[in-house]
């Protein structure tokens, strides 16, 4: 008799707060017409079979066989599909899950191919329970969406995170995303406003509402963060710091700074220099 036990380790393991709200198997047939659309929660699509392709925003991704594409919230997207070779997909809806990503848009794709076979059983088994809803499906359907992720991050290292469930607008969800990738320029309200086509106004009393905080706020929160890396990571001037993070003067970074973080710039640098 051989035997072979394996201890798995005494590492802590993190809560997974995402959720599991629907999966859905859809087949492109002739009579199927597509339009640009979004959710307020995170779609991760498999492809079972087939070609075409997803319009995310303004970028066009192609897709084929064994594709899986994740979706964030408020992302606009719809999918076409090669009249001869049909797409054959399933699409989960998450909330609370957040995909991080360098793009404009909050997407990422991966090939699971290598790992189709465990990628597949995770939206079969999802379906089927959610089909049979037999004792303890919610549960299970949960923990197979866990699985499903976890693989995922395994195969691309892609990078994700919790964040708490929200009805968002997707003009508040435009102006954030506006604000993060250009908060190094010179962002006004009125600039935002007319970025997602609605009122200053509408748009600073749905930002507050959801994000807790105006969006100028929210705006100078993200470049003291900026500020903070490049005062720990790099030699550069406090002047050109400020320039870098949208300041208009160094002396107003001082100022707010100060004002934010409760010590000067320079302060904060000599206290957590990595360098």
């Known amino acids: 008799m051989s035997s072979r036990k394996m201890n798995l380790g005494n590492k802590a393991l993190p809560e997974l707060s995402f959720r599991l709200l629907s999966i859905s198997s859809s087949k492109f047939e002739d009579d199927w017409t597509s339009y640009p659309h979004s959710h307020r929660f995170t779609e991760i699509f498999f492809i079972k079979s087939g070609t075409g392709y997803m319009q995310i925003e303004n970028e066009t991704i192609p897709v084929k066989a064994d594709s899986l594409v994740l979706i964030g919230a408020q992302v606009l997207h719809t999918e076409f599909s090669n009249s001869s070779d049909p797409l054959d997909y399933y699409v989960l809806g998450v909330e609370g899950l957040k995909i991080n990503t360098d793009r404009p848009a909050e997407y990422s794709v991966v090939n699971s191919s290598a790992n189709s076979s465990s990628i597949r059983l995770c939206f079969e088994s ?14 299970i359907c949960q923990h197979y969406l866990a699985i499903l992720i976890l693989l995922i991050y395994r195969k691309d290292h892609v990078s994700y995170e919790l964040v708490e469930p929200q009805n968002s607008s997707r003009e508040c ?19 935002l406003a007319d970025n997602c086509n609605i009122t200053k106004y509408y748009l600073s009393h749905q930002f507050t509402e959801l994000y807790g905080k105006s969006p100028i706020a929210y705006l100078t929160e993200v470049r003291i963060s900026a500020a903070k890396d490049l005062l720990t990571t790099t030699s550069y001037s406090i002047e050109e710091i400020a320039g870098s993070t949208g300041f208009s003067s160094s002396s ?11 010590v000067s710039p320079q302060q904060y640098r000599k206290m957590h220099i990595v360098l």
């Open 252 to 262: 107003y970074f001082s100022q707010t700074f100060q004002k934010i973080c409760h």
């Open 126 to 139: 999802i379906l089927r329970e959610m089909h049979n809803k037999k004792t303890c499906y919610e549960e």
């Open 173 to 191: 969800h435009k102006a954030r995303r506006y604000i993060e990738d250009n908060y190094h320029s010179k962002i006004t309200l009125d600039l």
